[in-house]
């Protein structure tokens, strides 16, 4: 009786398993060691334009990537992989039509029993939109790094965490010296009292 439990019991998380990969968010696939991919979840096919599994299932895992990817991207990726047993890393990936989108993919290799490597299994989140977001900070802050004005970020107890170029040019400063300073620092005659209020009427 207790070995039918234990069945029972084993079976079910089996499922529970299943269905937490099946209906995650997350992408995930797996593939054996020639690179065949051996099963990917909907959001994997999704991520990649697909509507049916069948049609990457058994194929090699290039059909994710172009040539480009495959040799800069996914190769030494892999070879890492094997090599530590886990690694984490920014990958390109293609979608059905041909569409390169960034991803951050974490992939671990599979070992049987003995230890002997048998698969690996991957997880990816689509970046664009990270990508994306990274490089607007990127303009904005070159923007401001290059503003005509000084401009300064300081925080709620009148620390300074920014500094831009002319903000150094015009104090005298490095910015490095700048961001161990404080407002009163560099305006010795603003009141150390009156900041916290000035503070609130900036908000």
Not at 48 to 68: E, F, M, P, Q, V
Request: charged share 25%; hydrophobic share 40%.
């Amino acid at each position: 009786m207790k070995n039918r439990d234990d069945r029972d019991h084993a079976e079910e998380r089996l499922r529970l398993l299943s269905s937490m990969v099946e209906q995650s968010t997350t992408a995930m696939a797996t593939a054996d060691l020639d690179g065949k991919l051996t099963y990917v979840n909907p959001a994997w096919c999704e991520m990649h334009g697909y509507s049916d599994a069948r049609d990457l299932i058994g194929k090699n895992l290039a059909i994710c990537h172009n040539a480009d990817q495959l040799k800069n991207d996914v190769v030494p990726f892999q070879a890492m992989v094997m090599q530590h047993g886990s690694f984490s890393g920014e990958i390109g990936h293609i979608t059905r039509d041909g569409q390169i989108f960034p991803t951050l993919m974490t992939s671990t290799r599979i070992e049987d029993e003995s230890g002997v490597p048998v698969a690996i299994v991957a997880i990816a989140r689509d970046i664009t939109e990270l990508k994306r977001t990274e490089e607007a900070l990127l303009r904005t802050r070159y923007a401001m790094d290059h503003a005509a004005d000084a401009v300064f970020w300081i925080l709620s107890d009148a620390r300074i965490v920014y500094a831009n170029l002319y903000a150094e040019k015009l104090l005298g400063y490095t910015r490095e010296q700048l961001l161990t300073m404080t407002i009163h620092d560099i305006d010795p005659e603003f009141p150390r009292e009156r900041w916290p209020q000035h503070w609130q009427e900036l908000q």
